[in-house]
Every structure is written in C-alpha cells, then in structure tokens.
C-alpha cells in the first residue's frame, strides 16, 4: 500500500520560513521522480517545485528564488524548504511523484501566510 505522509505546515508570518516533509512508502523512491504540489482555496493544484532520482531540481518561476526542493532516498523523504514566504504562498502543500499519480495523493499539509 503506497502512503505519502506530509507535514511541517503552520501558520507563519511573511518573510518566514517552513521546511516541509513528506515520507513515503509502497514506492521504489530511490527511483521515481518526486514533485511538490500547492492547492490555494478556489484554483487548481500545481506544481511547485520537483526532484529527480538522480537530485535535478527544477522549480515553478515564482518559486525558484525562494523554494528549495530536496530527498533523502535514504529515509524515502522528499523535502521543501520555503523562504520568504508570502500571503499568496497560503495553500495546502501536497508530494506526489512526477507527474503525479491518482491514488496517491494524501492529506496534505496547510501552509497559511499571514500576519
């Protein structure tokens, strides 16, 4: 059964930092492709920011500053650090691979940027 556990969310003030987390199980992690998704009240879920097996990173333009995607194959983790946070970073933060698979999706984890 595969599971993707996020968490490290909160409320935070802008210009604060967060590191998200996401621990997986049920996948081969050390080979598939990983992605950071965002889902603000009313839009579409995106994608923010992914990771490779092999560690290439690549980021959504408004991120690529300010975010910094990462994994640990040993642990099966896959990381998000987020800088300088702004309102509009308010979101649930999903992990899912790389495009992202139906049945894995999870809670998530809310991110709330405000003062």
């Known amino acids: 059964q595969v599971q993707l556990v996020e968490s490290g969310g909160g409320l935070v003030q802008p210009g604060g930092t967060l590191r998200l987390s996401c621990v997986t199980s049920?996948?081969?992690?050390?080979?598939?492709?990983m992605g950071w998704y965002r889902q603000a009240p009313g839009k579409q879920r995106d994608l923010v920011a992914s990771?490779?097996?092999?560690?290439?990173?690549n980021y959504a333009d408004s991120m690529k500053e300010r975010f910094a995607i990462s994994r640990d194959n040993t642990k099966n983790t896959v990381y998000l650090q987020m800088n300088s946070l702004k309102p509009e970073d308010t979101a649930v933060y999903y992990c899912?691979?790389?495009?992202?698979?139906?049945?894995?999706w999870g809670q998530g984890t809310q991110v709330t940027v405000s003062s």
């Open positions: 990771v490779t097996p092999d560690g290439t990173t």
């Open positions: 899912n691979t790389n495009p992202w698979t139906l049945d894995y």
């Open positions: 049920g996948i081969i992690f050390r080979l598939t492709p």
